[in-house]
């Protein structure tokens, strides 16, 4: 009869090493494939479900620019509004935060009244609108920037 090795390694190693194994496999899974390669190594399953909504035609990709920062890659429904977009964006920060160990909070209602996101000039200022209502698309590049005050003029 013969024995599993995998079964007699499986009893020698810790917990925490099983773990260390089983995502350093997964991380070499997922570098290897070519589809896969762009994805990070401690993806998450809110990613991979985001991800295969996009390749279903369910969900659009769009990129966040921001001035001297790198762009962002966010997921939203295909149908979704401006609403769904924000709650996106937040959300990836919050990956991000996660997964680089900054746990620095960031007041997102600060963050809307302060900066407009926009697409063509255009300011995607109604929350209720679906996206597609300002031609934004898969694959489109928007904008943070920073919002005009109005100066009070003294008369």
């Not at 194994?21 to 190594?41: C, E, G």
């Not at 991800?51 to 369910?58: S, T, Y």
Request: hydrophobic share 35%; proline share 5%; charged share 25%.
């Amino acid at each position: 009869m013969m024995t599993n090795p995998f079964a007699d390694l499986a009893e020698t190693l810790t917990h925490d090493d099983l773990v260390e194994v089983t995502n350093s496999s997964i991380s070499a899974l997922i570098t290897s494939d070519p589809i896969l390669n762009d994805l990070p190594p401690d993806i998450i399953l809110e990613e991979i479900q985001s991800q295969i909504a996009v390749e279903h035609g369910q969900s659009i990709t769009v990129f966040i620019s921001r001035e001297d920062e790198p762009r962002l890659k966010v997921i939203v429904p295909q149908n979704g509004t401006i609403r769904d977009l924000k709650k996106a964006i937040a959300r990836h920060f919050e990956i991000q935060q996660k997964r680089t160990g900054n746990n620095v909070k960031i007041s997102w209602k600060y963050i809307w009244r302060t900066y407009d996101l926009t697409y063509d000039g255009l300011v995607l200022d109604n929350e209720n609108s679906p996206f597609d209502d300002y031609g934004v698309c898969n694959k489109v590049i928007l904008q943070f920037k920073k919002k005009k005050t109005k100066k009070n003029k003294i008369v």
